[in-house]
Each structure stands twice: as C-alpha cells, then as structure tokens.
C-alpha cells in the first residue's frame, strides 16, 4: 500500500515523475513530441459582461494544482523539463490570479505572461504537438488525440501517493462538512441552513465544491440530482439525504448520507441501506467486477426491500431478473473519483480497448471494468420512492408484488442513498469516507 501519511508537497515530485514517465510512452506510441494542456477560460453569459464560475481543466491540474489560472498552459515535450505558463492579465476589474508559490512549483520552468496570445506564442514551433482542452487549439496542433487521451485517461484512473493524500484531505474535509450539517439537520433547519453549515464546516464555497451539493429533506431525496435549497423549513421535517463532497488541490470527495428525524419503517431502511453499504464496501478488491457488484447491490436492494415487507410474492432472483429493483434503485453502484467527481476511464479495460457496455437495463452504469489496485471508487447503493418511476410500476404487472400502502407511508421520505469513497489497495481496499469519520469522532471525544 502506498505510504499517505507524507503531506502532499512532499509527494508531488515522485507523482509528476511517475505520470510524466506514463505521458512520455503514451506520446511516443502516438508519434508525437509533445503535449499542450490548457487551462480552460471562463464563458460569458449570452448578451452580458458576467461569467459563469470558472473550473480549471482537470489534465491541467493532474500537472499543476493551480485552481486560479484561465489560459495558462502547460507545456510538456517528451526529454524536456515541463514548463507551466502563468496568464496574470494588468487588470482592475477583476483580482488577478496570483503565481503560485507551493513547493510544486519548482517542478517546472516557468513563465508568466499577461495575456492569452503570449502564452500561445510561447508554444515551440516546429514541433508535433497535441493539445489537450478548448477551445479550438494554435494552428498546426493537434486536438485532443483519441488514443492519447484513452491512454493518459488509464494513467489517471491509478491515484499516486500524492493524489490518494489529497484525495485523503478533500475526505476529511468533506466529512467536517457532514457533521456540521447533520447537527443543523437536528436543529431543524432549511435545506439552504444546512448547506451554509456544511460550507462554512468543510472551509469551502460554492465555487471550490467538487460538484454542486445535494441537501434534500422529505421528498425532495427522491430526486436524484436535487438542485433546490429551500431557505424554509417544512412544516414537519422527517429525513434528510445530504450528498456532498469537499475539494483540495482539484480532487474531491463525493459522500452521501441519508438521516430520519425518527424511528419507524425510514428508520429501519437506513439501518438495513447502512449494512447493505458496508457488506458492499467489503467486496472491493483487485479483480472485482464493477457490474457484478452493481448486481449485488441489486440482490441487496431487493432482499431489505423482501424483509422490509415493501415487496411480497416475489423471490430474490425474480425482483432483479425482472428490473423490479430498477423501479427502486434507477443509479449505478458508483464510479471512478479523482480530478473529476465522475472520474475519466471507466469503460474501456486497456487504452486501445473498445468501451465495456453497461449491462442490459442498466445504463446509469459509470464504471463496467473490473478494478484495479490505486482506483478510487464510491460506493453509493440506494432505495427511493420517486413518484413517476412507482406510478410505471403500479401500473404493470409487476404491481401486484407491492405493498402499496407501506410505500405510500414511506413517500414522504423521498429515499436513502449511503455513499462512501474506497480506494482499492493490493491486498483489498481502504474506506477513506470510514477512516475520516472515525477521526473526526475521535476529535470530537477528546
């Protein structure tokens, strides 16, 4: 297992050897000499002079972990030292990014230019480059290579020392958050109190999340992507799913848990989601089947969904067989987590493979490969009530199977998704999202 207890400066070297050793041999079977990342820039609002937030691109920041930098390039040649291209414009309207100073740094050659044409000028000539980003490249560079990017996609799928210790410290944070929220959760506060709590907790804004956070009370956890925050409580608060991660250094967290303001039937589902998440978390190792876990989070679902009396008259194998679950659990197992919270390279088993298909009826399905040690994956198994996909099943033949009256006590819950971040070692895993919270349990007993 790769040492994490190093700080990340102190890892940084060996992760950019180690992943400029995999872009050198990925350029040399692509026949090229070098590679441009761009940053990315901030888009304007149709007919206005505002932006929307603006996200560096996360192969930039798989090389440089600078979040402040719209047009600023990295340059790497195959047999050359990488040169990082800082874009800090003369400007008054807006705070300039700052050249970053962090020990990283001096990994690279540097430069620092004002404006997006010097840092293009900057890029050598005469040269077969490829361009990773947008929007369309310099003339002459080659954009976004299939194959490269298939290959550097496989690169990241494998965390480093570096990348796992940040990705440790974005779980931490993340849990901070969680904490804080569901102490909010039983002061019974609003759905925007609660994210503001889970902000100021995990030392975040909203620009710095990973993804934009789910805080659902009621019903409102039977969406899948909630987006709302309402800023009044409702009149009888019954179960929160709060589904919301932290960021450090470009890599996030992505944790969901699912709370009852009391006992009864919610309560002795989250129970049973909580054991199911755990037996689940239990089965990642090297060589595990994705789709054959993702299966028997299915065979789970329908088995507390048996012993909660929701479903009757209908074996275990025959409520998976026929997508009766489906109608309960509509989302994939998890998926691969990193610089992206849908995390690159899912699908395809080797660089030049064609992509594994997801299962049939199963096309929420991010991740059809089986894992490999150095992945980072969520495990996120679930149970909702989401009225259109009932209202389908109560009108099939299948609908005989339910007990609608128990199902019409539990929609008011919405649903329970439990979801922690694993990292798959040589001899089985590491639940990071277990590990941070029984940290932070520790702090607060001390």
């Known amino acids: 297992m790769k040492n994490t207890n190093e700080s990340p400066d102190s890892l940084f070297a060996n992760h950019l050897a180690d992943i400029g050793k995999r872009i050198d041999l990925a350029l040399e079977h692509a026949q090229l000499d070098g590679l441009v990342i761009h940053a990315g820039h901030p888009y304007a609002v149709f007919q206005d002079d505002q932006h929307f937030g603006y996200r560096p691109n996360p192969w930039f920041s798989w090389l440089?972990?600078?979040?402040?930098?719209?047009?600023?390039?990295?340059?790497?040649?195959?047999?050359?030292?990488?040169?990082?291209?800082?874009?800090?414009?003369?400007?008054?309207?807006?705070?300039?990014?700052?050249?970053?100073?962090?020990?990283?740094?001096?990994?690279?050659?540097?430069?620092?230019?004002?404006?997006?044409e010097q840092s293009?000028?900057?890029?050598?000539?005469?040269?077969?480059l490829a361009w990773f980003g947008e929007p369309s490249p310099p003339e002459g560079l080659l954009p976004n290579p299939e194959g490269l990017l298939h290959e550097l996609q496989e690169a990241r799928c494998r965390k480093s020392a570096y990348e796992i210790a940040c990705q440790t410290e974005a779980t931490i944070r993340?849990?901070?958050?969680?904490?804080?929220?569901?102490?909010?959760?039983?002061?019974?506060?609003?759905?925007?109190?609660?994210?503001?709590?889970?902000?100021?907790?995990?030392?975040?804004?909203?620009?710095?999340?990973?993804?934009?956070?789910?805080?659902?009370?009621?019903?409102?956890?039977?969406?899948?992507?909630y987006q709302r925050r309402d800023r009044a409580s409702p009149p009888a608060i019954r179960s929160m799913l709060?589904?919301?991660?932290?960021?450090?250094?470009?890599?996030?967290?992505?944790?969901?848990?699912?709370?009852?303001?009391?006992?009864?039937?919610?309560?002795?589902?989250?129970?049973?989601?909580?054991?199911?998440?755990?037996?689940?978390?239990?089965?990642?190792?090297?060589?595990?089947?994705?789709?054959?876990?993702?299966?028997?989070?299915?065979?789970?679902?329908?088995?507390?969904?048996?012993e909660s009396g929701v479903l009757r008259g209908i074996d275990v194998e025959a409520a998976v067989s026929t997508g009766l679950t489906g109608h309960f659990l509509p989302h994939g197992l998890g998926h691969l987590l990193g610089l992206q919270v849908h995390d690159v390279g899912g699908f395809?088993?080797?660089?030049?493979a064609d992509p594994l298909p997801t299962p049939?009826?199963?096309?929420?399905?991010?991740?059809?490969?089986?894992?490999?040690?150095?992945?980072?994956?969520?495990?996120?198994?679930?149970?909702?009530?989401?009225p259109s996909l009932l209202a389908k099943l109560q009108s099939g033949a299948l609908a005989r199977h339910v007990d609608w009256s128990l199902v019409d006590e539990l929609r008011p819950c919405g649903g329970i998704r439990i979801e922690d971040n694993v990292l798959v070692t040589a001899g089985g895993h590491r639940n990071l999202t277990r590990e941070a919270f029984a940290r932070e349990a520790g702090a607060a007993a001390a």
């Open 360 to 386: 049939p009826g199963h096309p929420a399905l991010r991740l059809t490969r089986e894992l490999a040690q150095d992945f980072v994956v969520t495990v996120e198994p679930g149970v909702y009530f989401i």
């Open 120 to 128: 293009l000028a900057l890029i050598p000539s005469g040269l077969r």
């Open 242 to 306: 709060i589904d919301a991660g932290a960021g450090f250094r470009g890599y996030g967290s992505d944790i969901t848990r699912t709370y009852a303001a009391a006992g009864g039937a919610f309560a002795t589902l989250i129970d049973a989601m909580e054991s199911l998440q755990q037996q689940l978390c239990r089965e990642v190792r090297p060589g595990a089947s994705w789709p054959a876990l993702h299966f028997k989070a299915h065979h789970g679902v329908a088995l507390l969904l048996r």
């Open 174 to 225: 993340g849990v901070a958050g969680h904490r804080a929220a569901l102490r909010a959760f039983e002061a019974r506060q609003a759905e925007y109190a609660i994210h503001m709590a889970f902000l100021a907790a995990s030392g975040m804004t909203d620009d710095e999340l990973p993804y934009s956070s789910i805080v659902a009370l009621n019903e409102h956890a039977a969406t899948m992507h």
């Open 64 to 116: 440089a972990p600078v979040r402040d930098a719209p047009d600023s390039l990295v340059i790497w040649r195959r047999g050359h030292r990488p040169r990082l291209v800082m874009v800090i414009p003369d400007d008054f309207w807006h705070l300039p990014p700052v050249a970053p100073s962090d020990p990283w740094v001096n990994q690279f050659e540097r430069d620092i230019v004002s404006s997006r």
């Open 348 to 352: 395809r088993p080797t660089p030049g």
